[in-house]
């Protein structure tokens, strides 16, 4: 269905550097954003994970150029209906710091935050020590999601908590924890960038990944307007446009749902 192809070096020497169990935290924050980074850093802090802040990429920086040279553009209309908006991209490309900034460290894990996000530090860090005790079921497990998803119980956690996975979208990036090996395989297909970067996580079947969740979701988005939508959309409404959104939503819920079947029989099957 999609066509990422491999746009990042031999990442190899790194693997062979991280120490088993190890977890950072890293916060992606533009750098005028002061008052976000006030708002979320004593909780962050409280966690007790080594903490990195990401200087975040402003898209409304980026030139014309810069973007034409990293967006595959027509795709990305093709698939959203609309123009990438520069913010999105800027978000995307703060991701991809961070995966970065976690290769080239030693740990084995990185819980990645968005500024705006809101959460119980004790609840979230008794989370994470669960969940990497069942390491082998994910490769990035989302604390911050939308929709409803139709999640499947993997496994049961503490406090009437699961962790699942979903069978159909879910988007959101605002919290999640993120192995080695799907950092690596993420910065292997980022460029040209087709989508928003919550929906790169949710295509786990182009990255051979294992994408879940944990129910009932314990972080959320509360700071203030978004800082990524700073405009009013303009969607594309021709026919074509329109008939291969239609097409493309269709094959991706088709291949979302089959995809994350399988994972999950497979998963209990070697149980």
Same mark, same amino acid.
């Given at each position: 269905?999609?066509?990422?192809?491999?746009?990042?070096g031999?990442?190899q020497?790194?693997?062979?550097?991280?120490?088993?169990?190890?977890?950072?935290?890293?916060?992606?924050? &533009?750098?005028?954003?002061?008052?976000?980074?006030?708002?979320?850093?004593?909780s962050?802090?409280?966690?007790?994970?080594?903490?990195t802040?990401?200087?975040?990429?402003?898209?409304?920086? &980026?030139?014309?150029?810069?973007m034409?040279?990293?967006?595959?553009?027509?795709?990305?209309?093709?698939?959203?209906?609309? &123009?990438?908006?520069?913010?999105?991209?800027?978000?995307?490309?703060?991701?991809?710091?961070?995966?970065?900034?976690?290769?080239?460290?030693?740990?084995?894990?990185?819980?990645?935050?968005e500024?705006?996000?809101?959460?119980?530090?004790?609840?979230?860090r008794?989370?994470?020590?669960?969940?990497?005790?069942?390491?082998?079921?994910?490769?990035?497990?989302?604390?911050?999601?939308?929709?409803?998803?139709?999640?499947?119980?993997?496994?049961s956690?503490?406090?009437?908590?699961?962790?699942?996975?979903?069978?159909?979208?879910?988007?959101?990036?605002?919290?999640?924890?993120?192995?080695?090996?799907?950092?690596?395989?993420?910065?292997?297909?980022?460029?040209?960038i087709?989508?928003?970067?919550?929906?790169?996580?949710?295509?786990?079947?182009?990255?051979?990944?294992?994408?879940?969740?944990?129910?009932?979701?314990?972080?959320?988005?509360?700071?203030?307007?978004?800082?990524?939508?700073?405009?009013?959309?303009?969607?594309?409404?021709?026919?074509?446009?329109?008939?291969?959104?239609? &097409?493309?939503?269709?094959?991706r819920?088709?291949?979302?749902?089959?995809?994350?079947?399988?994972?999950?029989?497979?998963?209990?099957?070697?149980r």
């Amino acid at each position: 269905m999609f066509f990422f192809r491999n746009s990042y070096g031999d990442w190899q020497e790194e693997f062979d550097k991280f120490k088993l169990g190890k977890v950072c935290a890293y916060l992606i924050n &533009l750098d005028k954003a002061t008052e976000r980074l006030n708002f979320v850093r004593k909780s962050i802090e409280e966690l007790g994970f080594l903490f990195t802040r990401i200087s975040a990429v402003d898209g409304n920086n &980026l030139s014309r150029e810069k973007m034409e040279s990293i967006i595959d553009l027509e795709t990305y209309k093709k698939c959203f209906k609309m &123009l990438p908006e520069p913010g999105t991209i800027g978000c995307a490309l703060s991701h991809k710091k961070s995966w970065e900034s976690f290769l080239k460290s030693d740990n084995e894990f990185a819980i990645i935050f968005e500024d705006d996000v809101s959460f119980d530090p004790k609840e979230l860090r008794k989370t994470v020590q669960e969940v990497l005790k069942k390491k082998k079921l994910w490769d990035i497990v989302s604390f911050e999601v939308k929709h409803y998803g139709l999640p499947v119980k993997l496994t049961s956690l503490s406090f009437y908590k699961k962790l699942v996975f979903y069978l159909t979208n879910v988007t959101h990036a605002g919290c999640y924890l993120i192995n080695r090996y799907a950092a690596y395989q993420l910065l292997q297909k980022f460029y040209p960038i087709k989508m928003p970067v919550d929906h790169y996580f949710t295509s786990s079947w182009a990255f051979n990944l294992k994408f879940a969740g944990v129910e009932p979701r314990i972080v959320h988005q509360k700071f203030g307007d978004s800082q990524i939508k700073t405009c009013v959309s303009s969607k594309i409404r021709t026919p074509k446009i329109l008939i291969s959104n239609l &097409l493309y939503n269709i094959q991706r819920a088709i291949i979302h749902f089959l995809y994350n079947i399988k994972r999950f029989c497979q998963l209990c099957y070697n149980r």
